[in-house]
């Protein structure tokens, strides 16, 4: 079955840079556009980056743009944010999710928590 497993969250301080890392399975990786959304306390879920099957085109929420890099590697089946100079807004559980209207367009992994703090 699809599967769509976050990592690489955790608290650090203002200023500072994480990696989330996005492993899938259960599905041809290659064919899908992916794509990262977050959820703030409080808020709706948002999108925050979304990337192109090939990795040749990608997108990003004007809140980001300039402090996160979304990439991927479809040898490893895998999805990255690189996220830098973080806000205490960028506080947040932070989702990858299959996008296109494929079979397997539409999932969502379970999330891993964001907290930028001093």
């Known amino acids: 079955q699809v599967q769509l497993v976050e990592s690489g969250g955790g608290l650090v301080q203002p200023g500072g840079s994480l990696r989330l890392s996005c492993t899938a399975s259960g599905f041809t990786f290659s064919l899908y556009p992916m794509s990262w959304y977050r959820r703030a306390p409080g808020k709706e879920r948002e999108l925050v980056a979304g990337i192109s099957s090939l990795g040749t085109s990608t997108n990003y929420a004007d809140s980001v743009k300039g402090r996160f890099t979304i990439s991927r590697d479809n040898a490893k089946k895998s999805l990255y944010l690189q996220m830098s100079s973080l806000k205490s807004e960028d506080t947040a559980v932070y989702y990858c999710?299959?996008?296109?209207?494929?079979?397997?367009?539409?999932?969502w992994g379970q999330g891993t928590q964001v907290t930028v703090s001093s």
């Open positions: 999710k299959t996008e296109g209207s494929g079979r397997y367009g539409g999932y």
